[in-house]
């Protein structure tokens, strides 16, 4: 069995960091410091690198099935394993949407011959399948469309969300938009083709009332609730008094982007729930330094080119950013904004920690061997043209950044490399990653058990 040692590098937990050895072997981490004496058969030199447990991002479309002409898992996976990301959770609105067990099932098979990285797949909740839901293990928990969606898969009518708490035991998440205002404000604002008028009408109101009532169910039924991509520093104070039951996660685009942003960016930045307003940024940002907000994640949702750049509001909703999230916030680290070990905190152990996800999130013996070796002092600019990402372009295009990962394993085997940023990256050429394993009998991130 293959022993590969990563000497030297400064191994990083979300309490503190030290510079020490890891000793990995059968898909393992099986020692810190292991000492002189040990045996190896292959040897990483990470001096002067930073040692991460994989990034664990857990809001991402990744569009297969249904959808494949704007991405699909071999791109997406590839591109994660680039950004560091070692394992991420996928919502059920694909085509056909997750909606049943049988179809869970179905894509977890699809993606064992696929993903490069390690997988799980969201239960999609309807009006009408509350039956099947009770019935799901092998996925993180229950997903529900309170706004932006289609078909079955928007759930707004009371009775059936108060079926959905209180009959169901999985984590339950959500996008929080409430479709009645979002509706009102659409035909107030009808004929208006400027795509800054996306914040007018998803704006603050319809995040901060369906967040109020979601937030107000899960109290009721005393049923695990994690937030989505909060957009609004109103939204914090809700949160915050429910943290009992409550998680709550930010996306980079609601960090950093704003309404200013739309005369630069247009439709690359349209997103649901949308851009808000610098003062929104700050009040995010203060809420994931101070713990009010527990998690980053991307809400990685790519279109083709030729599709976000239709004039709006033909233009869909949707970036794409698992390749370059873990470097926005290795940035901000350099720029003093925030620690590593922070990054530690939101990006690897908070998620794991949420979704009672087995053996990851942590440099500890006995945890899965999924890492990110991480350089803090490479830079490098974005480019769309060096994207993975299958739809080639990112918002985030031309812009500097100081920290990139440099390499990625999972399960103790390497899935890519890219020490210089002028190489030319190295990915595995097989699917490597596996299928998360959830344990809901697990305390979650406060403790509570449903």
């Known amino acids: 069995m293959k022993r590969t040692l990563i000497r030297g590098g400064t191994l990083v937990s979300g309490t503190g960091s030290s510079v020490a050895d890891l000793l990995v072997s059968g898909g393992k981490i099986i020692a810190l410091d292991p000492g002189s004496a040990i045996s190896y058969d292959e040897c990483v030199d990470a001096t002067g690198l930073h040692v991460l447990p994989g990034v664990i991002d857990d809001q991402v479309h990744f569009r297969q099935p249904g959808l494949e002409h704007k991405e699909d898992l071999a791109h997406a ?22 909606v049943s067990v049988d179809l869970l099932h179905q894509k977890l098979d699809l993606a064992a011959r696929h993903c490069l990285v390690n997988y799980g797949f969201y239960m999609g909740a309807t009006p009408y399948n509350v039956e099947e839901l009770k019935c799901g293990r092998r996925t993180p928990g229950i997903k529900i469309f309170i706004g932006s969606s289609t078909g079955d898969l928007l759930v707004d009518q009371q009775d059936a969300l108060e079926r959905i708490f209180a009959e169901t035991t999985l984590p339950i998440t959500a996008h929080c938009e409430d479709e009645a205002t979002v509706r009102a404000n659409a035909a107030r604002l009808a004929g208006v083709h400027d795509v800054a008028v996306h914040s007018q009408i998803r704006d603050h109101a319809a995040a901060l009332i369906a967040t109020r009532r979601t937030l107000s169910l899960a109290k009721r039924h005393k049923h695990r609730f994690h937030v989505l991509h909060v957009s609004t520093a109103a939204e914090v104070a809700e949160i915050r008094d429910h943290q009992h039951l409550i998680t709550a996660e930010v996306c980079p685009h609601h960090l950093f982007f704003s309404v200013d942003d739309y005369a630069r960016l247009g439709t690359l930045i349209q997103m649901n729930p949308s851009i808000k307003f610098r003062s929104d940024n700050e009040g995010l940002w203060q809420a994931l330094l101070d713990g009010s907000i527990q998690v980053v994640a991307t809400d990685h949702a790519p279109h083709t080119w030729e599709e976000k750049q239709q004039p709006y509001p033909a233009s869909p909703s949707g970036l794409p950013a698992v390749e370059n999230s873990l470097a926005l916030f290795l940035n901000q680290v350099n720029l ?11 990006m690897c152990e908070a998620p794991a920690a949420v979704w009672n996800i087995k053996d990851k ?26 994207q993975q990402t299958k739809c080639g372009w990112s918002p985030w295009d031309g812009e500097t950044l100081s920290g990139w990962p440099v390499m990625t394993m999972v399960a103790g085997r390497w899935v890519f490399r890219q020490r210089e940023a002028n190489d030319q990256p190295w990915f595995a050429s097989e699917p490597l990653g596996t299928e998360i394993q959830f344990d809901h009998d697990g305390p979650g991130y406060w403790g509570r058990t449903k």
């Open 361 to 386: 999130g942590h440099l500890l013996p006995g945890f899965d061997a999924d890492l990110v070796l991480v350089d803090l002092q490479s830079q490098r600019t974005i480019r769309n043209q060096n």
């Open 77 to 98: 996976t590839r591109a994660c394993a680039k950004g560091g990301i070692t394992s991420f959770l996928e919502m059920p609105n694909t085509k056909p949407a997750t």
């Open 336 to 346: 003093g904004r925030c620690r590593i070990e922070q990054v530690v905190r939101w």
